[in-house]
């Protein structure tokens, strides 16, 4: 039985316990007055029911995680950074992101070997998984070098990757995005 079966099951009860005890007997006569309260009872009771099934969609609503990336580029300093903000009140939890490139799967290391293959000097910083909480934001990939020619080829070689990404809200559901690496 659904719970609005239920529901109306345990209504019907109350109505014809409360009917013997106040009545002290239960006639089956039917006056309009009896058919008059009994309707506004269950309308008061369904109206009561859709307010509450309501009221958990808002709630559900407010604590749901809204991840998107954000992309800093500093062209004077030849720094990137890529992080993920939760715009949402809720907090991301079984945060877990993949990196990549066409079709195979990246791990950090190979993230990290491609990206220093370029050469020069390169200060790389490569994030963890980790939940982010409301209005905060995990830094995932970040890089900063010294000439432009290397910071334009990394630039050029991130084109090619994206971000997989899954996540839960802390009632449970699950989400996942993906995003490309540049603007």
Known sequence: MSSSGSLYFVIVCLVLIAGVIIGQGFEFKVELKDLLTLGATLGTLWYASNGLKHNRKIYMSSITPVIERFIALDEDKFAYKFSLKNYGTGSAINFKYTVTRGEQELTVKVLQEQILAIGGWIKLEIGSE?????NSSLNILSFSTKKKEVY????MQLREYSLELSYSSIQGDEFKKEFSLVP
């Open 130 to 134: 980790l939940g982010i909480s409301a």
């Open 152 to 155: 334009d080829s990394i630039l």
